[in-house]
Every structure is written in C-alpha cells, then in structure tokens.
C-alpha cells in the first residue's frame, strides 16, 4: 500500500479509536429463556412479531418452544423462514413484505448470523422506507430507531445478537456488504442452550470458529481498548476450552460456555471491528455462496502467519492467557503456537486447509472488493492493497503462485 493511503487508513482508524467511548453502544439486555420473549414482547407494547429464520432450523423444530410460548400468551405472529446462508437482498424484501402486509410490530430473528441480518435489514428498511439496501450500505446511514428486535441465537458464533452490523448479498450483483449502524444492535438477547442441542457437527465447529475468528481478530486490531481485549480474550480462552466438547460430547455446559464464548466475541468486535480474514471471507460469501464460518475458519490461518511480526506480540499475549505458552516464550514462537492450535481443531472438524473452487479469473475481482470492504475502517495489524490481498486468496485457493 503507498504511503498516502496508509497515512490515510492510519488517521481514519485512529479518529474512531478515539471517538470509540463517546459512541451510542449498547449492549442487548440478556435472557436465558425462549419462554421470557412472550413478556418482553408485551412489557415493550407490541403485539405481533414476525420470526425471521432459516429452513434448517425450523424443518428441525427448533422454533416450536418460541411458536407455543406465544400462542399460550395469546400473541399473533407470523413466519419468514428463507433465510439463505448469506442472505440476500431478494430475502430482505419478501420478510418485509410480509411484515408490512400483516401489521407486524416487531422482529425475532431466531437462528445464526443470517436470519439476525435479515431481521436488521427489514428493521432498516421499516425505519427509512425511502431508501434501499444499497443506500444504506457503510457506516451511520440508518440513523433512526428500528422496530423492537429481539435475536435468539441458535448458533455459537456470528454473535450478531449483540452488533451494529447488517451484511447483505445483492441479488442481482452478488456483492456482498454491510450496513453497519447503531440502531441495528438488537434490543434483546436470548442465551437458551436448549436451541443449540440438535444441531449438526459441520454447524457446530464453522460457527464457533467464526467467533474465534471475530476474537482473534478484535483482539489484534489496532483500534481495541481494556473492555474489547478483556471479552476478545475470555471469547478465546472459553472457545479453546469448550469447543471440542461442544462438537464431539454435545454438552450442556459445553453449549452454554459456547454462546456465552460467541457473545463476548460480537461485543468486542462491534466495538473493535474485526480485519482481513473478514474482508476475504465475505468476497467469497458473496461469489461463492460459501458459508461465512467455514469462510473465516479456513482463510484465518493464513491471514495470521501472513501478517507475520506485526501479529506476534498480541498473539503471544493470547498464547499466554489460554496457557498455550509462557512469558518467556519468544513472540513469534508463541504466535505459532496460536496459529497451529487453529490448524489443530480445523482438522479435528474436518475443515479444509484450502478451497478448490476458486477460480483464478475471479481473484482480481475479489480482492478488489476485499480491499474496499477493509480499507479504511479495519483497523488491521499491517496494511494490505488489493495486490498483496490477492496473494491471499491464492494461497487459499491452493495455488502454488
């Protein structure tokens, strides 16, 4: 990256660090129960929610404890269950339609990352009925109140539930972005195990290595403070600790320290923004339809050893808290240690170290998109351009160039 950007990325990243204490954050109030939506619903006036989800987890039945709750309350609702792996503009539009068709009041985005962002893209949408999904693409575009949203995570590992961002697929481009805005952190935060307990392996491990990803990534960005590295490392150390379990013996306890693991991790990268394994896992979300926690679990490897020196000190500090080495340990030999216990559990899970299907003609394009998703605003531990991004997406494509 020339030196002009650089200064330039520098200076925007170092304004929000500064301006991180004064902003409006706020942390959704927390539930342990499905059974409590039903009073929060009332308690908040509202009366008929839409439930945004995805055909995996309702064909499970999974919503049913939220659908009977509801009905013994005497509360109306209605379901939109679409949701694709990384949801589309073209989803947004049918949940809103149905939304406004039948008077809803109020959103649950029940499921992982994805029904939560089409439920705050319906919200954006209810609040500025003027503007599209594009025109609200970036930073602080929202700006008024959206419905009351209430997110149940079904997954440990978007920690959507507790984020100012929305990320979106165009239809019709496939490019892939974000709405990222204050309003859009949910109201509510349902941490029910329970709704964790069918689901499969392959959702198990590529969701909590996305929340790995999220800590890791806040915690060696550049635009942290004491409270986001304090939840970026318990995220880590708890997700070392319990994913294991939480995939191979499906433990109650495992579940429950995965989501509270999963929701640490959003607080701290909502705050502290999160880096290039992000930028290059969203490009193929986009392209590719691959899904975001299998994206970010096999690109995080690479991007780590790929920033070399500039990651070594803050991956040392996280060698040491999880016990993986100690102070004595040389940086860089400390870093290695982080970076081969990622490789470890990625092959544990079955995750793939590389990704063969994508195409050499598309790289440019790619990292052309990668670069403007990260440039300026995350604050990463070394400047990339575009060129030395698409050094990454062949390294993770399986080229020998």
């Known amino acids: 990256m020339n030196v002009f950007k650089s200064a330039y990325c520098r200076i925007f990243q170092t304004v929000f660090k500064i301006a991180l204490p004064l902003l409006p954050y706020k942390n959704p109030k927390i539930s342990d129960n499905i059974g409590d939506i039903a009073g929060v619903i009332k308690a908040n006036g509202k009366n008929k929610p839409l439930i945004v989800t995805d055909k995996m987890i309702y064909e499970l039945g999974l919503c049913a404890s939220l659908e009977e709750s509801l009905k013994a309350e005497g509360i109306d609702f209605r379901v939109y269950s679409d949701v694709v792996a990384n949801p589309t503009t073209d989803n947004v539009d049918e949940a809103l339609k149905i939304y406004k068709e039948n008077a809803c009041d109020c959103l649950v985005a029940f499921g992982g990352g994805s029904p939560m962002d089409c439920a705050k893209g319906v919200g954006a949408l209810v609040a500025r009925p003027k503007k599209t999904l594009n025109d609200l693409g970036g930073i602080l ?23 100012l961002a929305c990320v979106i697929v165009d239809s019709k481009t496939r490019h892939k972005y974000a709405i990222n805005d204050f309003p859009l952190i949910p109201k509510y935060a349902v941490l029910d195990e329970e709704v964790t307990m069918t689901l499969p392996q392959k959702v198990v491990s590529t969701t909590g290595m996305d929340a790995l990803t999220h800590a890791i990534e806040a915690y060696i960005g550049r635009s942290g403070n004491k409270s986001t590295r304090r939840d970026a490392l318990e995220a880590i150390e708890l997700i070392f600790n319990n994913i294991e379990a939480s995939y191979f013996d499906k433990t109650r306890e495992a579940r429950k320290n995965m989501l509270i ?34 994206a970010n679990a096999v690109i995080l490897p690479t991007v780590l050893e790929e920033y070399g020196k500039a990651a070594h000190k803050k991956l040392k500090k996280i060698a040491v808290y999880c016990g993986l080495a100690d102070k004595k340990t040389k940086a860089a030999e400390a870093a290695a240690t982080v970076i081969s216990k990622i490789k470890e559990l990625n092959a544990k899970f079955g995750i793939p170290e590389k990704f063969d299907f994508i ?43």
Request: hydrophobic content about 35%; aromatic content about 8%.
């Open 359 to 401: 195409k050499r003609e598309d790289i440019k394009g790619l990292a052309a998109y990668a670069d403007k998703e990260a440039n300026p605003l995350y604050p990463v531990p070394k400047l990339w351009n575009a060129k030395k991004l698409e050094k990454i997406y062949l390294k993770v494509g399986g080229y020998a160039d």
């Open 261 to 294: 693991a999963s929701h640490k991790a959003g607080r701290a990268f909502s705050k502290a923004y999160v880096g290039y394994v992000h930028a290059v896992a969203h490009s193929l979300g986009g392209k590719y339809d691959t899904p975001h926690g299998l």
């Open 141 to 163: 575009k929202v700006k008024k109140k959206i419905p009351l949203l209430i997110a149940v995570p079904t997954t440990a590992g978007t920690g959507s539930e507790t984020t």
